[in-house]
């Protein structure tokens, strides 16, 4: 059983249903006792970091969902869900995030429109077990800010906009994708499948 | 580098597609969802459902349609037509959508722009401008109310007011060049996409692929859009895509059935 963690930002309904197509069991909950006891676990979230984080805490949810990705459990960050993976964030001030990675969230900051908007392409940079069977290919992306990771081997993927983007992190069972993996056609679904079936 | 969107969009009235489809293969060709994933098969990479339902009941079907959408589409999708307030807004992403589209709500109530930017995030409000220009003021103005009732906003003034207000991307259809199928209105199209930092959807006017190249070919926008041609199977997704990586753009490439 996957636990997408409902913390009131955004829409989960999408990845729900992209789970529910690929046939794997999901839950969608804010309930310490179900993430407890879930497989593996999905942090979506769109809109602020600091809204986002301030969500996780007065559900009590912040230090759970850290204790269980340190003792092993799978744990997929999507899009805002993966820049709260890391230290802190710029964004409409200065907030610590979830710090199970190492690095920081910042601004686009480029002579080309903001948000990151469309189907850009997927460049795959060091392998890692999950993804190793995939092709690369173009994926949706909606961001205005982005991960600069700390490590260099974290980054597992990155694209192209006027400069690398991170698009895919990972360290151990700790994944984010800044992409909408839901949203991003046969590649987009491969990618949740082998987070969903895959063994980290 | 990212690439340049096609994007299909299904006029909806009470949970049905009008504007007459003849999509051979289709065994609802009025089902707004059998088209939508239809065109998520055949290349699009997103899409726009225009709710142009005069009733209550109308708009009610339209969360059916968004919610099956959203349970089948594997792309991302905008829904436009007659969001009046941050409840629409909310019941319709609720449902699934990605994207809601304001017209006619966004100028005579801007404030809700701000609102919903706030709420979902900017990248989830789309800003729909209906743009005509008038030869003797040499100027585009904003039009509201399915292009019936014409406004004192300066369609480049507008345009940069918006993005202020948080709108995370445009959706610019020239009322001139709509359902002229002689090419995409490019002044207007360049005027706005230089105007503004957030990404443009170009839309009114494509009759053929080439339409299509020559708008991104010389002018910013970050997206198309066209209804009918696509509709009628006079231009098909791919088709277009593959004469945009001759020129030289960047396209999603996927194979189709």
Not at chain 1, 158 to 177: H, Q
Not at chain 2, 208 to 229: C, G, N, P, Q, W
Request: proline share 3%.
């Amino acid at each position: 059983m996957i636990a997408i963690i409902d913390y009131g930002m955004g829409n989960l309904f999408s990845l729900s249903q992209a789970l529910q197509r690929l046939d794997h069991e999901y839950v969608i909950t804010d309930d310490m006792d179900t993430i407890q006891q879930a497989d593996k676990l999905i942090l979506p979230g769109v809109g602020a970091f600091g809204d986002a984080m301030e969500e996780l805490s007065k559900r009590k949810l912040t230090n759970l969902i850290v204790e269980e990705a340190i003792q092993g459990k799978p744990l997929l960050g999507i899009c805002l869900g993966m820049q709260l993976l890391f230290t802190s964030s710029d964004e409409h001030g200065y907030y610590s995030g979830l710090n199970l990675l190492s690095g920081q969230v910042e601004k686009l900051n480029m002579d080309l429109p903001i948000p990151h908007m469309g189907w850009n392409w997927l460049s795959f940079r060091h392998p890692h077990p999950l993804f190793r069977s995939l092709e690369e290919g173009h994926v949706y992306f909606v961001h205005s800010y982005h991960v600069k990771a700390t490590n260099s081997e974290d980054v597992i993927a990155t694209t192209d906009y006027s400069e690398d983007i991170t698009a895919i992190v990972a360290r151990k069972n700790v994944i984010g994708m800044q992409f909408h993996p839901e949203k991003s056609g046969q590649l987009g679904m491969q990618l949740l499948h082998q987070f969903a079936e895959g063994r980290i | 580098m990212i690439t340049k969107r096609i994007i299909p969009c299904l006029d909806v009235k009470d949970g049905r597609v009008v504007k007459g489809v003849s999509f051979v293969g289709l065994r609802d060709a009025g089902d707004p969802v059998e088209l939508a994933s239809l065109y998520d098969q055949t290349g699009a990479d997103e899409l726009v459902f225009l709710d142009i339902s005069a009733s209550h009941e109308g708009r009610k079907t339209m969360i059916d349609v968004v919610r099956l959408a959203a349970s089948k589409l594997t792309i991302p999708f905008t829904v436009g037509g007659g969001i009046r307030s941050v409840e629409d807004m909310t019941k319709i992403l609720r449902a699934g959508a990605d994207k809601v589209s304001l017209n006619t709500a966004a100028v005579l109530n801007p404030e809700l722009i701000q609102e919903g930017a706030r709420r979902f995030g900017a990248q989830c409000i789309v800003v729909a401008i209906d743009a005509k220009y008038d030869a003797k003021e040499d100027i585009w103005f904003v039009y509201t109310h399915g292009g019936r009732e014409r406004t004192d906003w300066n369609v480049l003034d507008w345009a940069k007011h918006v993005v202020e207000l948080g709108a995370g991307e445009i959706l610019l259809t020239s009322m001139d060049q709509d359902g002229q199928k002689n090419g995409f209105d490019l002044s207007l199209v360049r005027a706005v996409s230089d105007a503004v930092t957030v990404p443009v959807i170009a839309s009114g006017g494509a009759g053929s692929a080439e339409d299509f190249v020559e708008v991104f070919t010389k002018t910013k926008t970050s997206a198309a859009l066209a209804a009918s041609i696509f509709h009628y199977e006079e231009v098909d997704i791919m088709e277009v895509k593959a004469l945009l990586r001759e020129r030289g753009e960047e396209v999603r490439w996927i194979s189709t059935r």
